[in-house]
């Protein structure tokens, strides 16, 4: 009996800490994760109806603190044309996890109708591109935002259903953003997108994959030390979740004294070293 009850507390605790590749349960209807960066601090709003099956990834891997300590690994913000293009992340700084959650594919979205458009300040799940690169498949943790206009991507499969928001100042702005959903105005996402055109840019595309996967931080930071780091990811507001009723809530006092509290306080310190 006691090794049954050990076994369960270890799978118990892999599932909290996110190394588990398991199909992730079905999340909120709307969220809000807080990005803490080396850049700065931004808010994004997700939304299951765009996209329920990125959503419910999204929201296990923020839960579980899978993104915490990982790099800004593929910034590019002049692609091939000229233009701005994306920034991505979403590889952990321990490769096991990486290999955990990498084994555990995404489908295609069955409507990708409802999704938004890839255009500036939109947030998807990278995926692989098929042979002729018509279409695309198997997205699993990486995730970019666009810097630009990229809506081409949305025919391929690439599915939009966050939007990044600037960090808000009180619990009752935090509230309004959870209630009523992204401001997309462009006064908005200019200045939500601040931290993210600070992000390292200068070594693009050009990095070794399969030694990301395989050594993660250990690898990056030895060979390309001066990417921009995500220092967290976390939800810091939730609504109409599994069994609420429908309800709207938040993060408890306690748990938003390291999350959203700390956002505020890092969105300030980053705006007067602006």
Same mark, same amino acid.
């Given at each position: $009996?006691?090794?049954?009850? $050990? ?23 709307? =969220? ?6 080396? *850049? ?5 709003? @997700?939304?299951?109806? +765009? &996209?329920?099956?990125? &959503?419910?990834? $999204? ?7 899978? =993104?915490?300590?990982?790099? =800004?690994?593929?910034?590019? +913000? ?8 994306? #920034? ?11 290999? +955990? ?20 300040? *939109?947030?998807? !799940? ?21 810097? @630009? ?5 949305? &025919?391929?499969?690439?599915? #939009? !259903? ?25 006064? *908005?996402?200019? $200045?939500?997108? #601040?931290? !993210?055109? @600070? ?22 930071? #030895?060979? +390309? ?7 967290? =990811? ?31 306080? !890092? ?6 070293? @602006?």
């Amino acid at each position: $009996m006691a090794m049954q009850t $050990m076994v369960c507390l270890v799978v118990a605790l892999a599932l909290v800490v996110g190394i588990s590749g398991a199909p992730s349960p079905r999340g909120p209807d709307r =969220f809000v994760v807080s990005m803490r960066m080396s *850049t700065g601090a931004a808010l994004v709003v @997700a939304e299951r109806a +765009r &996209a329920p099956l990125a &959503a419910d990834r $999204m929201y296990a891997l923020a839960k579980g603190g899978v =993104f915490d300590d990982s790099r =800004f690994f593929r910034v590019i +913000r002049n692609d091939t044309a000229g233009t701005a293009f994306v #920034a991505q992340w979403g590889t952990p700084g321990n490769p096991e996890v990486t290999a +955990r959650w990498l084994a555990d594919e995404l489908p295609n979205e069955v409507d990708g109708s409802v999704a938004y458009s890839n255009t500036r300040g *939109t947030i998807a !799940f990278g995926a692989e591109y098929s042979e002729d690169r018509s279409s695309t498949c198997c997205r699993s943790i990486e995730m970019y935002i666009n810097y @630009a206009d990229n809506s081409r991507l949305d &025919a391929l499969g690439f599915t #939009a !259903f966050a939007v990044v928001q600037p960090p808000v100042a009180s619990q009752a702005q935090l509230d309004a953003l959870l209630a009523d959903g992204p401001d997309t105005t462009r006064t *908005t996402l200019d $200045m939500a997108m #601040a931290p !993210f055109e @600070a992000l390292y840019a200068g070594y693009g595309e050009n990095f070794d994959w399969d030694a990301m996967y395989a050594s993660g931080n250990a690898y990056l930071d #030895a060979e +390309r030390p001066l990417m921009s780091h995500l220092l967290s =990811f976390e939800v810091v507001a939730e609504s109409s979740a599994p069994g609420s009723g429908g309800k709207t809530t938040t993060m408890a006092p306690a748990e938003r004294t390291a999350s959203t509290l700390t956002l505020v306080a !890092f969105a300030l310190l980053y705006s007067q070293e @602006a």
